[in-house]
């Protein structure tokens, strides 16, 4: 009978607050709105010295994305809850070594084949494997990547071999 009463209180769900999706969404919610208050102190640049947006306006619209998303995960994670792993994926440990890699590319070679190497790379080991998918996400994320920050934020890319034959042109 003991037996039996112990094991419906072990099966008794806990409460939200206790769960790790709620503890994980939480601590990035807490952190984008600190850093999101933190943005509303930036000084105002002058329209003559402005290229693009306001410098706290990037940021700002960055953590809203960050909130919005968390939200999006942990609405996603009560219906579906997360699995409990004792170790990682080695697609996780290779996806931190691609931004290694991404890193000596980006400072060496040229910033715009870097971007299109890690989200080939990055697809490739999550589970794209389709030549097609790899070869459009490696030349159209790049552009997009490229045309925002060069359009929208006024922001030119650092020198290097592909991005030297744009700005030459």
Excluded: H
């Amino acid at each position: 009978m003991n037996n039996v009463q112990k094991q419906k209180r072990a099966n008794k769900s806990l409460p939200f607050f206790f769960k790790d999706e709620f503890k994980v969404s939480f601590i990035i919610i807490f952190i984008s709105i600190i850093l999101l208050i933190t943005t509303f102190t930036f000084d105002i640049v002058p329209p003559i010295l402005n290229r693009g947006i306001q410098p706290a306006t990037f940021p700002k619209g960055l953590l809203v994305l960050i909130i919005f998303l968390t939200s999006i995960v942990y609405y996603l994670s009560l219906n579906k809850p997360w699995k409990i792993q004792k170790r990682l994926p080695q697609s996780f440990f290779l996806t931190l070594m691609s931004f290694i890699v991404f890193i000596v590319i980006s400072k060496t070679l040229d910033f715009f084949l870097a971007i299109s190497l890690l989200s080939v790379f990055v697809s490739y080991c999550w589970g794209e494997r389709r030549i097609i998918y790899l070869i459009l996400v490696s030349i159209i994320f790049p552009i997009i990547v490229f045309i925002f920050f060069e359009t929208i934020l006024g922001l030119r890319f650092p020198p290097g071999i592909i991005t030297n034959i744009y700005y030459q042109v």
